[in-house]
């Protein structure tokens, strides 16, 4: 069945406005100037901690020196085939998965990975930006797990006692 919604592909709005700026190799306070907004709004973009208006968004495009750093900012309207609340992606998981599922998973984010640094051994700026920003990403999240996997076991030493 389509829905006949649309939806729209993720954009990392601050990988975005990183990548623009080190194109153009200026310091946030430089670009803060040339774009009209404050310095504390600005860094706040980077961060992810506030999104641009629209107004705003078109003045950090018309910045953009080429296709690629403007393709950062790209927002496509895609329409989606399966309803959203069927998808398996927006599902939480009812059951852990299976250690084939979890290792096809793994091998998916790996070569994955190793994908997007072969683009940033190539050139390819965005590449980089993504690289790190998933990787700084991804170690924050195995930080939370691997709490959570700690306390889990000192809970059951406690409770063997």
């Not at 895609?78 to 059951?95: D, G, N």
Request: net charge negative; hydrophobic share 40%.
């Amino acid at each position: 069945m389509i829905d006949d919604k649309f939806t729209l592909s993720e954009t990392d709005i601050p990988a975005a406005i990183r990548g623009l700026r080190e194109a153009l190799g200026r310091s946030e306070e430089v670009m803060a100037q040339i774009i009209g907004c404050s310095l504390p709004a600005y860094r706040k973009w980077e961060m992810g901690a506030l999104t641009p208006g629209g107004e705003w968004l078109i003045r950090l495009l018309q910045l953009c020196p080429n296709e690629e750093v403007r393709n950062a900012f790209r927002i496509r309207a895609e329409r989606r085939a399966v309803p959203r609340e069927a998808s398996q992606a927006a599902l939480p998981l009812a059951e852990p998965l299976s250690h084939a599922d979890r290792s096809h998973y793994r091998t998916i984010a790996l070569s994955s990975i190793e994908e997007i640094y072969e683009c940033g051994e190539a050139g390819i700026l965005a590449a980089d930006s993504r690289l790190r920003d998933f990787a700084e990403s991804l170690r924050g999240a195995a930080g939370y797990y691997s709490n959570l996997l700690k306390n889990e076991k000192n809970t059951l030493a406690v409770d063997r006692k």
